[in-house]
């Protein structure tokens, strides 16, 4: 048997509307000087809409074999071959299975999530989006390894090659212990627009201080520093003519 992946668990929605809106306000008050003055005010609201988002989220214990090139012991050459084998802990790593938000999307709201404020009850809301798993249980197992293998590489970049430079990084791992679970994420989908144009943000369900978005930059204000830098590097030039 091969069958669909099924939700076990869903995040509680700890947070209203009237927060989601708020939380937009204030991360718009938060972004860098280079953003219109007058997003916050101009900016209006044109869609708010409830989501559950699945991923996988795993714990497990890796042995993990590796092969790399680094320009540690290279002597005369470039790059030099290393190996080792390492054992690695895999704590709460998600591997997001969503079709409406973007893996720059949940990674960024992940962090505020509690895996203790939920149930395995599915919510019940009719203006909400509750997705499903739309994947067979032996291409979530690929999904997940592969998770694993690139997470696996990062922390043997980090911390088990020797050097300062990397190439040709090769891991094997076998993963023991696996422990998976099959969530949905409560977050908030908010479409505002600006001058014409639609932008979208996505707000945390259970911590509306996490909030991933676009906006729009001021052109005005990069013209602006630009000017200036040339106006600056000329005031330079000139005084070392003198």
Not at 46 to 73: C, K, R, Y
Not at 140 to 155: F, H, M
Not at 171 to 195: D, K, S
Request: hydrophobic share 45%.
């Amino acid at each position: 048997e091969d069958p669909m992946e099924q939700t076990h668990w869903w995040g509680t929605l700890g947070v209203d509307r009237t927060h989601a809106d708020a939380a937009l306000s204030q991360w718009f008050g938060g972004l860098s000087f280079l953003r219109p003055s007058d997003l916050g005010t101009s900016a209006t609201i044109e869609g708010l809409t409830a989501l559950w988002w699945v991923a996988w989220v795993f714990d497990a214990t890796a042995s993990v074999s590796w092969t790399a090139d680094s320009n540690a012991g290279s002597l005369r050459s470039a790059w030099a071959p290393h190996s080792g084998q390492v054992e690695l802990e895999f704590d709460r790593i998600v591997v997001g299975a969503s079709r409406g938000l973007s893996v720059a999307e949940t990674s960024g709201l992940m962090p505020g999530y509690s895996l203790s404020e939920g149930s395995s009850q599915a919510p019940e809301s009719e203006d909400a989006i509750v997705e499903q798993f739309d994947v067979q249980r032996s291409e979530a197992r690929g999904r997940i390894l592969d998770v694993a293998s690139a997470v696996a590489a990062s922390r043997i970049e980090a911390g088990h090659i020797p050097g300062s430079r990397f190439r040709n990084v090769n891991v094997e791992l076998t993963l023991r212990g696996l422990r998976t679970r099959r969530c949905a994420f409560p977050a908030y989908v908010l479409a505002y627009r600006y001058r014409g144009t639609l932008y979208r943000a996505v707000i945390n369900g259970q911590d509306a201080s996490y909030v991933i978005g676009k906006a729009p930059y001021s052109f005005w204000k990069i013209g602006g520093l630009v000017l200036g830098g040339i106006g600056l590097l000329a005031a330079i030039a000139a005084v070392l003519g003198n």
